[in-house]
């Protein structure tokens, strides 16, 4: 199924000329440089390709003739392109004797295809290697910007490089087309049809903390994997044709430029729509709403980013809100069919963490009622209103790193946010054990025990509100407001100190209440005897305490959170400014 809204997407995105879409036979790659030769193949000088983006110098992305697989140490030339080593005999890696050998491998290639084809320019293409060596190579001005990089041809006079010439395109797909019915044929099965199968699939690249060279997400590499005497990817038999197309889409949507992916946790996750919307400007903006638009200084007002997180945030407001009728869709079709595929390395393969397919409108819906379920008090203005998964995610690890997030959360929080089920019950857990391990009950630690409790334990729950419920007379609740009460005292009697009794007692107050708060009660009314006002707290500890019977010997996980939730409510109650009447 993946697979199969993979190969529709190619299909939809290679007919879209604004896409750049390589089609069979042909691979996008990073180029640097050309190098312009004339008819009778003399060099001429050397083209800088590279683009500037911002503060830096790149590679230019261009469509050229599919890379050849390599693998270990092999020795396998591309067609009219490749690194310095194999075009110029460019040695940028102090083994000159391998890089003589990777030149001869490009030049006998060009010689026989030369020899076959009777094109001109990729007979001057010959001609170049046969007279080019490694002494003229250290004698180019740009030898040391050449280094590894990879390099084209371009002819004199030509308005294209050479392998966007019609007449070599033409020869490069005979070379393709020449070995079509070579090899394996089977049902594919992802289109039905009797067509070559795909023994090795192309790599997949840009999942983050893959391999470099790629990974695969069909491959088979031990006999325990095989049956019925098929081996590699013969056992899920995939065309030709099919594995080009998903894996040339799958790498087309994991390019940061093209905004159709993002990173949350250790998930790459990419998403696309069935047929061109607007709507898939929109979704990667929904996943991480972190920061709020800013203003540009321009006469010609907000940029379009701006907009975008505009549209978004007005949307969700008003689907969290329950006033679907006044969610601004505009043009944008509901009923569009979504995919979401949530990858993370595996050694050489690739995991698959999650998959989703939806339509837009049921997506907007099922992020909203997340966000919503997400919602409470803000500490300060500047944090999120809508926190992203990633921000979430980061609540779980210890010291707030990335490496450190428990693995296979990411999946199933994306999974449970893109599908309205259950929150992990690990997410809940981690973030009760962080709260532990740091004393530390900020906004999004808060707004995430807030959503557990709703979705997973209604019963638990009770009346969450955003802020401050005075009349909420749960004990759970209570005893977490009263903690705070009792905080807040000893930091009017005391000042800042190094260890308050958050840091000393919070974990043991919200699970074993009967053995801590009768000591905090207690030590308390020395504070208040110090504070400045000192009776003003008196009053307010003594209307919480008025509401409990007895203090619980234990409080379940999910009253622990509930405890949580009122000390973060008081806590902030106990900071806001008082508004004059």
Not at 68 to 77: I, L, W
Not at 197 to 222: D, E, T, W, Y
Not at 392 to 409: D, G
Request: with cysteine.
């Amino acid at each position: 199924m993946i697979l199969s809204a993979l190969n529709d997407y190619y299909i939809r995105m290679v007919g879209d000329p604004d896409a750049s879409m390589p089609k069979p036979g042909f691979s996008e790659e990073k180029i640097s440089f050309a190098i312009m030769i004339d008819e009778a193949g003399t060099f001429k000088r050397v083209i800088d390709l590279r683009e500037v983006s911002g503060k830096k110098v790149g590679p230019k992305r261009m469509i050229v003739p599919a890379a050849e697989k390599r693998s270990g140490t092999s020795v396998v030339p591309n067609f009219l392109w490749d690194n310095s080593g194999y075009v110029l005999c460019l040695d940028g890696k102090g083994k000159p004797e391998r890089t003589q050998t990777t030149f001869e491998s490009f030049r006998k290639k060009h010689q026989e295809v030369a020899a076959a084809s009777k094109s001109p320019r990729i007979r001057a293409v010959a001609s170049f290697l046969d007279a080019w060596s490694s002494e003229k190579a250290e004698q180019l001005d740009l030898k040391e910007e050449l280094l590894d990089q990879n390099i084209v041809f371009w002819m004199e006079g030509d308005d294209v490089p050479l392998h966007e010439n019609p007449e070599v395109i033409s020869v490069w797909k005979g070379r393709q087309g020449s070995g079509e019915a070579d090899g394996y044929s089977a049902p594919c099965l992802v289109t039905g049809e009797v067509q070559p199968i795909a023994r090795l699939h192309p790599p997949i690249k840009g999942v983050v903390g893959g391999q470099p060279a790629g990974c695969a997400i069909v491959s088979f590499n031990l006999d325990a994997f095989l049956s019925y005497g098929k081996e590699q990817s013969f056992n899920a038999p995939v065309s030709k044709h099919v594995a080009f197309a998903y894996t040339t889409a799958l790498n087309y949507l994991l390019r940061r430029e093209n905004k159709r992916s993002l990173l949350i946790g250790d998930s790459s996750t990419v998403f696309w729509a069935e047929k061109k919307t607007p709507a898939e400007d929109l979704l990667s903006v929904m996943f991480d709403l972190s920061n709020e638009p800013e203003e540009e200084n321009s006469e010609e007002g907000p940029g379009e980013d701006v907009q975008t997180a505009r549209k978004v945030r007005s949307l969700l407001r008003a689907l969290c809100d329950g006033r679907p009728s006044e969610a601004p869709m505009g043009d944008l079709d509901p009923d569009v069919r979504f995919f979401v595929l949530g990858l993370a390395p595996n050694q050489s393969r690739i995991s698959v963490r999650f998959w989703c397919r939806s339509t837009f409108g049921e997506l907007a819906q099922k992020i909203s009622t997340h966000y919503a379920a997400l919602r409470i008090e803000r500490q300060y203005q500047n944090q999120p209103e809508f926190p992203a998964l990633w921000q979430i995610l980061l609540e779980t690890a210890a010291q707030q790193k990335r490496e450190n997030i428990p693995p296979m959360l990411s999946g199933a929080l994306s999974r449970s946010v893109l599908t309205g089920s259950r929150y992990p019950e690990s997410l809940y857990a981690a973030v009760i054990g962080r709260i532990r391990a740091d004393k530390q009950v900020n906004y999004i630690r808060a707004a995430i025990i807030k959503a557990c409790l709703i979705r997973n334990h209604p019963d638990k729950a009770g009346e969450m509100t955003m802020a401050l419920n005075s009349d909420r007379k749960d004990v759970p609740y209570l005893l977490g407001r009263l903690f705070s009460l009792l905080e807040k005292v000893q930091s009017d009697a005391l000042g800042k100190i190094g260890t308050s009794i958050r840091h000393r007692y919070f974990s043991s107050a919200s699970a074993t209440p009967s053995i801590v708060f009768p000591q905090l009660l207690r030590l308390a009314q020395h504070h208040i005897a110090k504070a400045e006002y000192g009776g003003n707290m008196d009053r307010k500890i003594q209307a919480v305490v008025e509401d409990i019977d007895d203090f619980p010997a234990r409080l379940s996980l999910q009253d622990q959170g509930v405890f949580t939730i009122g000390y973060y409510h008081q806590a902030n109650a106990n900071y806001r400014k008082t508004e004059k009447e």
